[in-house]
C-alpha cells in the first residue's frame, strides 16, 4: 500500500499557488494533483502560512 509519504512532494513554501492547483473557485482554497490522495488547503500570502485543511485518499 502506497503513503502519501511516497508521493512527489509539494513545493507550497516556493510556490503556495503552482499551475497544477486546481482553484476552488472563489473560496480561497486549492486541491493540488498528489497521486491516490486529495489535498485541500488556503495559502495566507500575509503570514506566509499555507493550512492544510483536509488529507484523504481517492476512493
Known amino acids: ?5 511516497d508521493e512527489p512532494r ?3 513554501a516556493d510556490e503556495p499557488r ?3 492547483a486546481r482553484a ?6 486549492y486541491r493540488p494533483p498528489v497521486g491516490d ?3 485541500l488547503y488556503r495559502p495566507d ?3 506566509v ?4 485543511v483536509k488529507v ?3 476512493a
Not at 500500500?1 to 509519504?5: D, H, I, P, T
Not at 476552488?24 to 482554497?29: E, M, Q
Request: charged share 25%.
Open 10 to 12: 509539494l513545493s507550497l
Open 18 to 20: 503552482p499551475e497544477e
Open 45 to 47: 500570502d500575509e503570514t
Open 24 to 29: 476552488l473557485g472563489g473560496s480561497g482554497y
Open 37 to 39: 490522495w486529495r489535498v
Open 56 to 58: 484523504g485518499r481517492v
Open 1 to 5: 500500500m502506497r503513503s502519501l509519504a
Open 49 to 52: 502560512t499555507v493550512y492544510v
